[in-house]
């Protein structure tokens, strides 16, 4: 066991097998405690970038976490290639024992891997409570958001009021959201947690705060039972309010035949002035004819076009923030054109160095998008060349961004990257224009 990388994979298997012992003898083969330091930081799985601490805590080896963290002295907040640290490791396999020894040692908490998750996210996507507590109390951060939202609304998501209390007492923001469009009071509708919902609304939730698409109020028009209507419209839900709402909650629910949610919603709702018999019956019979959905194509055309059209001028005043909702919203309204809306999102995240945002939509993009288009540099002379050189960039900037995020210099350049790639595909606004690239 002469080279580096010998060492380094001997010190691995001890960690994930358990070995303190072999642990311990590799140690005294390396003259330099230094060196042997270094290897343990340094050295990790090709594939994942888990390094030995890492291993034990996620194998749950207690003792050969406290001797790389009081004898090595081991960098305690390492990150694999996704930026989990030990300590969210030892969250996901639900070792206290481990996670409070990480803690006591300074482990950073709330650092977010690349798709925002922090050690409070895997709490409560373990359902523990223990360890939900612990974070909260040494000071996790409780809002940070992620790709699946913040740690509330995956606890509502989940329908663990539990959970959910305890977020709240420790100073959740029952109505915030960002990354995941549906507000707190949404995903209780959704999940159908009862328990959740009021849990909120006691809370302070602002039932009238979402971003578009259908209300807390409106998918609660959807539901058979009623109980969720009743107590969203107590908490002064609005059955007439906002601008973008293609349907309000009474067309909701008369769209799947609601008649008990319909009666709760009538008395409380405005007369729509193109509703020829404003009745119950007359509102789903209406709502089921051919001059409904011509109107409601026509409504939803106008609507695009002026979100588009706002998003436009924002993204012009380098208002970047109040694009990214209106391209949020556009999406929602729109999914069958989401790939259009989603790529415009992810270059405006990019200009307000939002860059995991940006990363994950332009992943989603990518997705959306399996015929990528690819321009090859021998096709198409100059043009095609320069717009290969581009995406030649665009695909080194996001490995670079992937390995690093939060890196200045990374993001920096992922940012601009990203707006030139985005901004060369914007371009080219005929199907045909894009495919003569990837051919």
Excluded at 224 to 251: C, H, M, V, W, Y
Excluded at 314 to 327: G, P, T
Excluded at 369 to 396: R, Y
Excluded at 420 to 435: A, M, V
Aim: glycine residues 4%; proline residues 4%; hydrophobic residues 45%.
């Amino acid at each position: 066991m002469n080279s580096t990388s010998e060492i380094g994979a001997a010190i691995i298997e001890a960690g994930v097998s358990g070995d303190l012992d072999q642990l311990k003898a590799i140690r005294k083969k390396v003259a330099d405690e230094l060196e042997f330091r270094k290897i343990c930081d340094a050295y990790s799985d090709f594939s994942t970038g888990r390094n030995v601490l890492h291993h034990a805590a996620e194998f749950r080896h207690f003792e050969i976490c406290k001797f790389l963290i009081k004898t090595v002295r081991v960098y305690i907040n390492a990150m694999t290639y996704k930026r989990n640290t030990p300590l969210a490791e030892a969250v996901k396999r639900e070792h206290v024992k481990i996670v409070e020894f990480l803690i006591k040692h300074d482990a950073v908490i709330s650092l977010p891997n690349i798709e925002g998750f922090t050690a409070l996210h895997f709490a409560v996507l373990k359902d523990n409570m223990e360890l939900m507590e612990l974070l909260q109390i040494k000071g996790a951060f409780i809002d940070a958001d992620s790709v699946d939202g913040t740690p509330l609304q995956i606890a509502v998501s989940r329908g663990n009021a539990e959970a959910v209390k305890s977020l709240l007492s420790h100073g959740a923001k029952p109505s915030f959201y960002y990354a995941v469009a549906d507000s707190p009071l949404l995903c209780a509708v959704k999940s159908r947690s009862f328990e959740c919902l009021n849990l909120l609304l006691a809370a302070n939730a602002n039932p009238n705060m979402y971003c578009t698409g259908l209300s807390p109020l409106a998918s609660a028009a959807k539901e058979g039972d009623t109980k969720f209507l009743k107590s969203l419209l107590k908490a002064r839900a609005n059955p007439n309010s906002f601008q973008t709402d293609i349907f309000k909650p009474i067309e909701v629910a008369a769209m799947v035949h609601n008649r008990a949610a319909m009666e709760i919603l009538f008395p409380v709702t405005e007369q729509l002035p193109h509703y020829p018999n404003w009745t119950v019956d007359g509102i789903i019979e209406y709502i089921h004819s051919d001059d409904f959905r011509a109107m409601s194509e026509e409504k939803m055309t106008s609507c695009l076009n002026e979100l588009d059209l706002r998003a436009v001028q924002d993204v012009s005043n380098k208002n970047y923030n109040h694009a990214i909702i209106l391209y949020r919203m556009a999406t929602t309204l729109d999914p069958s054109n989401a790939a259009t809306w989603i790529s415009k999102r992810s270059l405006c995240e990019a200009h307000e160095g939002i860059c995991v945002h940006a990363t994950v939509d332009a992943q989603k993009w990518i997705r959306l998008k399996p015929d990528l288009p690819v321009p090859i540099p021998h096709q198409g002379g100059e043009i095609a060349a320069a717009a290969h050189e581009i995406f030649t960039k665009f695909l080194m900037a996001g490995l670079a961004f992937v390995l690093d995020p939060y890196n200045k210099k990374t993001c920096h350049l992922f940012r601009v990257s990203l707006f030139h790639y985005f901004d060369w595909l914007s371009q080219r606004s005929r199907p045909d224009e894009i495919l003569r690239f990837s051919r």
